[in-house]
């Protein structure tokens, strides 16, 4: 027990130093005095003798040390304690996320539905009832705010998904279906869509490979690329044409899209796949404005759990390349 000037039993080993023999012997850890462990003669006795001496300061190594394992196991309660208190609200936050995405996502679904219906039963009063010129012009003006509300639920949709996404990535909960999959095919596709909803982007696609077999989620990796170009369409002006490459590399397949935007410094390429990480002064040049800084982050996590990479080459001024790979099966 160590003594100090607030122990209630203070005065009274103080009197006893005071009054009779007294041995101080110090408790040290290394070259740091932690303490200071003081021995009371009996009243016979007259001095100490140097085997009490050699056993005090043995005594007082080790109380140093006994002190000190006591602190080291009380730090280490305490890191556990905060440790356990930060993965609970964790999971807390992760199935607040959870739960808030499948609540919006119901809404969404249900009006998405009530536009298409919408849109399809004004299209069906063009070709018949809505005869007069002011008709016709009401009809238009509807079907015009009936696709712009889709195109604006479409985003929603996308926000709604990757937090649903991310929900899903940090309760390990995510599942792929692994199939063989042509990537050319895959990458095809989503260049098709790609042009259709942008008609005004040129978007062009760049490879000499027939078919590329990959064991993959198809619609992940369709995910995947979308991502890509809608960012590349995004962040660079619409003047400027972005290209899709595919080819090989190794034993690895490679799907890289380039575009003429602003482009990032090395700093700025460091954090862009953490999650919810928006580079600061890199803005949206065309079409939505919408984004929560996951997009790349799911990307990674999706491409790495496939067993690919993803990786970005830029250069400011001169735009980005943003690459991933994934392994080919030979067949
Ligand atoms: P966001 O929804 O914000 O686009 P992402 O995760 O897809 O989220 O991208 C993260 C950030 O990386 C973006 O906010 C943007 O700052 C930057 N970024 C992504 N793609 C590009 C690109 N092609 N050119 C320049 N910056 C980009």
Request: hydrophobic content about 40%.
């Amino acid at each position: 027990m160590i003594i100090d000037r607030t122990h209630p039993s203070y005065q009274q080993v103080h009197s006893l130093a005071e009054s009779g023999l007294t041995m101080f012997v110090p408790m040290r850890l290394g070259e740091t005095l932690i303490g200071i462990l003081a021995f009371y003669a009996q009243e016979s006795q007259e001095h100490f003798s140097d085997e009490q001496q050699v056993l005090a300061e043995a005594m007082g190594s080790l109380a140093a040390l006994l002190i000190e394992r006591e602190r080291l196991s009380m730090t280490r309660e305490e890191a556990f304690t905060r440790e356990l208190a930060a993965k609970e609200a964790a999971q807390q936050m992760d199935a607040f996320l959870g739960i808030v995405s499948h609540e919006l996502k119901t809404p969404i679904t249900v009006i998405k539905g009530n536009l298409q219906l919408a849109a399809r039963k004004l299209l069906r009063l063009t070709q018949g009832v809505a005869s007069t010129e002011d008709d016709m012009e009401s009809v238009k003006t509807a079907l015009t705010l009936l696709a712009r509300s889709q195109r604006q639920l479409g985003m929603q949709t996308r926000l709604v998904n990757d937090l649903i996404d991310i929900s899903r990535i940090q309760t390990n909960s995510l599942e792929l279906q692994l199939n063989l999959q042509d990537l050319v095919h895959l990458v095809q596709e989503v260049v098709e869509d790609q042009r259709m909803l942008t008609s005004n982007r040129q978007v062009t696609l760049h490879t000499s490979e027939q078919e590329l077999q990959v064991l993959a989620d198809g619609g992940r990796v369709e995910q995947v690329i979308t991502n890509y170009l809608t960012n590349a369409l995004k962040y660079s002006e619409s003047s400027k044409p972005v290209e899709v490459n595919l080819g090989l590399e190794g034993a690895m397949a490679r799907v890289a899209v380039r575009d003429y935007g602003p482009g990032l410094t090395l700093e700025q390429q460091q954090y862009i796949w953490e999650r919810f990480h928006r580079v600061p002064g890199i803005s949206v040049k065309s079409g939505s404005g919408i984004g929560l800084g996951l997009g790349l982050y799911i990307c990674k996590q999706l491409i790495e759990r496939q067993g690919g990479q993803v990786g970005i080459e830029s250069t400011p001024g001169q735009g980005s390349t943003f690459w991933f790979t994934l392994p080919r099966v030979q067949t």
